[in-house]
């Protein structure tokens, strides 16, 4: 019997290399009306500090995702089949207005959720995620899950601007958009601005997870805790590529050596089975400072994990099971 749900180009008949540029070679699509989960360009990186870059990223994680087949190997899930998916192509942005940029986000964004689909986005930098959450969180706040090299919680930048790509949960706890004491941040690490840097989230109730206690506990005892940490109620993930070592992905905006392995990000996102997920996002890819596309498919690669995730997440919701 034929799945009535969008299926990507089978890399069998039609070459990788050859064909539209979609994320996994799903069907371009106007809409998200009628799909279960929407893969959303925002080709932005305004809220940039130092090496801009990332609002490459959509379109080079389109072309590196050529490279995802139709099955997972370790849970054989088939998330074509067992959910709607398409690419509702890149949110209209506006790259010389800040402000102006973070309302044309969270409208993209609405129109995506009131569609009725999952959003999973590709950018773009960090500060994107304000206007994602923005809309996500419309009728009350939400959990986060965030694998980061850097909390993403302080207050301004250069006198007293507050929206860069350093702020955007600080902003997102302001404003209600995300729950500090269901919030988890995963990976944390490198130099930073003075000792006191992280006190604020804390203070807050963030708990923050540095690399050392990662390294230490392990993959499998840091996502049960993040698991009980954000509980049944509905919860946003964002993975900063700069999570990932640099020597793995290379092309980001602020590097910081350290950090994960590929192989412990892939298991990282397999240990969110569960997680009541209404919205995920990959950020941070920076083409113009990658190396062989090497970034570009460490994103596309951790997009096609959470994909599966909440592929399985929407089967079961279909199905009528809990999250």
């Known amino acids: ?58 379109r080079e994680v389109r072309s590196a995702s050529s490279l995802m087949r139709s099955t997972h190997h370790a849970s054989k899930t088939q998330p074509f089949t067992i959910a709607n998916i398409a690419d509702v192509g890149d949110l209209p942005i506006n790259p010389i207005d800040l402000m102006d940029a973070l309302k044309l986000i969270e409208g993209g964004m609405r129109t995506v959720i009131e569609a009725g689909a999952l959003p999973l986005a590709v950018g773009g930098d960090h500060l994107m995620t304000l206007p994602v959450l923005r809309a996500v969180a419309a009728s009350g706040p939400v959990g986060l899950v965030h694998f980061d090299a850097h909390s993403d919680t302080n207050d301004t930048y250069f006198g007293d601007n507050p929206y860069t790509h350093g702020t955007p949960f600080r902003r997102a706890i302001e404003e209600s958009l995300i729950d500090p004491r269901r919030t988890v941040q995963i990976g944390i690490r490198g130099s930073i601005y003075a000792p006191d840097e992280h006190d604020w989230a804390v203070k807050q109730g963030i708990r923050i997870i540095y690399m050392e206690e990662f390294v230490e506990r392990g993959v499998a005892a840091v996502m049960a805790e993040a698991r ?70 460490a994103g596309a690669t951790i997009m096609f994990e959470l994909l599966c995730v909440m592929a399985r997440l929407v089967a079961r919701r279909r199905a009528g099971g809990r999250a």
């Open 1 to 58: 019997m034929q799945n009535a749900f969008h299926q990507p180009v089978d890399a069998a008949k039609v070459p990788r290399f050859a064909g539209h540029s979609t994320f996994m070679r799903l069907p371009a699509v106007e809409t998200a009306v009628g799909l279960d989960i929407a893969l959303v360009g925002i080709p932005w990186d305004g809220g940039t500090t130092n090496r801009a870059g990332a609002r490459h990223g959509p």
């Open 228 to 297: 009980q940490i954000v509980g049944d109620a509905p919860t946003y993930v964002t993975f900063d590529i700069d999570s990932i070592d640099p020597s793995m992905a290379p092309g980001t905006g602020t590097p910081e050596l350290g950090g994960f392995s590929t192989r412990e990000a892939q298991h990282l996102v397999r240990l969110l089975e569960g997680v009541n997920i209404v919205g995920a996002d990959v950020v941070e890819v920076a083409p113009p400072f990658d190396l062989a596309g090497m970034t570009s498919l």
